[in-house]
């Protein structure tokens, strides 16, 4: 019997999915890449596209038709995607960005009047519902959400994680869950809305101060909730919150109920009710269970604004986080650097670059898990922007080139989330001068100085800039949100082109945001430097009467390779601010780190 992801059972995969369509007339079928909460990483019930696909990156839609089977992805996945379809007739459909519906124009053009699209509603957003609704029906063709096509043919399907429910307790967790329930009454109030559900993870778990470990990589658990004036449901699946928690949920007003029990609790609602719901991150199906005569305001989740905007005290919590996880990198390339000295070394892989990195944050107090899978990209590797290394199909890290680590942990004082390229060997003029086009727009952004209000994708722009003066793009957005021990990408705040100026991206103070400008040759190389910055109001050299204006401070602690540098492309304030933030590196580092990772921090936070 050939493994599960081999070509071969792909194929009998596609061929059960089409009987189950033509068994219900059905003329193309959707998989997105979604779950009932409309997650970014997806508990394993819900991971149909790669099952049916093989292709295993966090953005992507698939469509089957009669005669056609396509994965819709952007960017970042492109030579991920060729190489995990290769073999099979499923093709690859590139889209500008993750935004990107192109795959419904696509639908709209290839289907006839009179055929039948079917996709569960309990995993289509509904924000998306409604733009593929009107798509099909100005070509005359009918859409069924009412179908979980899946369930018919993956008879090994997951159930749901049992993983259990645990409080983010003080001195972390800076407000308590009964402040947090009020803020939102009030936002709901203002809005007009008697009630309000959210389905999405973050959100959930930041307002009770819970978290779990239903979700790969992000400490949430599988729940929808529903707030009302007086009191609160959280409906989740049995057996994951204990008797001692739930006595603590209930001081607070707030009742557990079972997982399946939120749609009929959103049926149950009066008809002369008002009920606020975020049609961007609630899905189709909740959204029908609605009765008809309930009053829908539509804005988005008071707790997106709310977790977005980290407190005073949270953010002394994450710079404490910044300095552990600083010295278990120190920890880290300490190792590496001597592992790569040794010439009578065994083989060295990007699998072990996952491992060592891992491990050593593992040693530093309050750590949880890692933020998302490693990407370790040597060389060509590294061109591919979310890769994965496994056993199975690894570069062993030799010779001269460029090796890209991306990685991050959950604390539970912070979320962390950090990309470094260091030389092994001797890099390339080529190389050093990719690598100083990407530190300069890094540091571009960093110093950026905005009116408040300013939209994150106006930003996008300052970190471009010195990559377009080169003639060269990258395939990605230059920052996203970033959560506090939650999600580490988190909205509503984004930095990126593909994303519309609306208001609710406005950059905030509190936010803490990524900044990670790239170069990628495929085949060759890739380059990307990211910290993390926090916005701030900018405490000098503004003039009042022009408003107030924000800027930046860089909350990541960790050197970068100044060996990869070409220092004639630098000006003398990007060398000046790069000394500054080596020395403040190895001020805040040092009473973390001893013996070699203290040798080596030293060495690699020298001026230039």
């Known amino acids: 019997m050939p493994a599960p992801d081999t070509p071969d059972v792909r194929a009998a995969r596609l061929a059960q999915l089409r009987a189950a369509m033509a068994r219900h007339q059905v003329d193309a ?6 779950d009932p909460h409309l997650s970014e990483y997806l508990p394993g019930r819900w991971k149909g596209r790669e099952w049916l696909s093989g292709f295993t990156g966090s953005v992507g839609t698939f469509i089957a038709t009669r005669d056609f089977a396509g994965v819709w992805t952007d960017g970042r996945y492109y030579t991920q995607a060729e190489q995990e379809l290769g073999g099979t007739e499923i093709q690859l459909m590139k889209i500008p960005s993750g935004a990107s519906l192109l795959h419904i124009d696509w639908l709209a053009a290839n289907l006839d009047e009179g055929n039948t699209v079917a996709v569960d509603a309990r995993v289509l957003g509904l924000a998306v519902a409604r733009l593929l609704g009107d798509a099909l029906a100005a070509r005359g063709v009918k859409l069924r959400t009412d179908l979980d096509l899946l369930d018919e043919i993956w008879s090994d399907r997951p159930g749901l994680p049992p993983a259990p429910v645990y409080e983010h307790v ?41 978290r779990g470990a239903d979700v790969s990589f992000n400490p949430v658990f599988l729940a929808h909730a529903l707030v009302e004036a007086t009191g609160a449901t959280l409906f989740v699946a049995d057996g994951k919150i204990d008797a001692g928690l739930r006595a603590r949920l209930e001081q607070d007003g707030v009742r557990v109920a079972p997982y399946e029990q939120a749609q009929r609790a959103l049926a149950a609602l009066p008809a ?27 804005a988005i989740n008071p707790t997106t604004f709310a977790k977005s905007r980290k407190l005073d005290a949270e953010i002394d919590h994450v710079r404490a986080t910044m300095e552990q996880d600083g010295a278990a990198l120190c920890e880290f390339f300490a190792g590496l650097e001597a592992t790569l000295a040794d010439a009578q070394r065994a083989p060295l892989n990007e699998v072990h670059i996952d491992e060592r990195i891992t491990a050593a944050r593992e040693q530093r107090p309050g750590f949880v898990s890692p933020s998302f899978g490693t990407i370790a990209g040597f060389n060509a590797n590294g061109a591919i922007m979310h890769y994965r290394a496994a056993p199975e199909h690894c570069a062993v890290i030799e010779g001269d080139g460029l090796l890209l680590i991306d990685s991050g942990g959950q604390y539970l004082g912070g979320t962390t989330d950090i990309t470094r390229v260091v030389p092994v060997g001797t890099p390339s003029a080529a190389q050093k001068r990719d690598f100083t086009l990407v530190l300069k727009g890094m540091i571009a952004l960093s110093v950026a100085r905005f009116p408040r209000g300013t939209k994150g994708p106006m930003l996008d722009a300052l970190a ?29 705040q984004v930095i990126s082109p593909s994303a519309p100026p609306e208001p609710h991206t406005a950059i905030e103070p509190g936010m803490i945001t990524s900044n990670e400008p790239g170069i990628y040759r495929p085949g060759l190389w890739g380059i990307r430097i990211e910290n993390l910055v926090l916005a701030r109001v900018a405490d000098s050299g503004v003039d009042g009467q022009f408003g107030e204006f924000l800027d ?51 060495l690699r936070t020298k001026e230039i």
Request: one cysteine or more.
């Open 29 to 34: 079928v959707i998989v997105p890449s979604a």
């Open 170 to 210: 003080a001195p972390y967790a800076v407000l308590a869950c009964a402040d947090k329930l009020h803020a939102t009454r009030n936002a709901m109030a203002k809005l007009g809305g008697e009630r309000h559900v959210i389905s999405t993870l973050d959100d959930i778990a930041y307002l009770f101060n819970l």
């Open 272 to 298: 002369d009710s008002s009920l606020l719901i975020d049609p961007r991150r609630i899905t189709a199906g909740m959204r029908a269970a609605v009765p008809q005569g309930v009053r829908v305001v539509e």
């Open 464 to 492: 471009r800039a010195p990559i377009w003066a080169a003639g060269i793009d990258y395939g990605h957005g230059t920052g996203h949100g970033v959560g506090y021990f939650l999600n580490v990408h988190e909205g509503p």
């Open 552 to 602: 930046f401070e860089t909350l990541t602690l960790c050197p970068i390779d100044t060996r990869c540098i070409d220092l004639s492309l630098m000006r003398g304030d990007e060398v000046a601010w790069l000394n500054d933030y080596h020395r403040s590196v190895r001020a805040r580092l040092l009473p973390h780190v001893s013996g070699a990772a203290r040798d080596w921090l030293e």
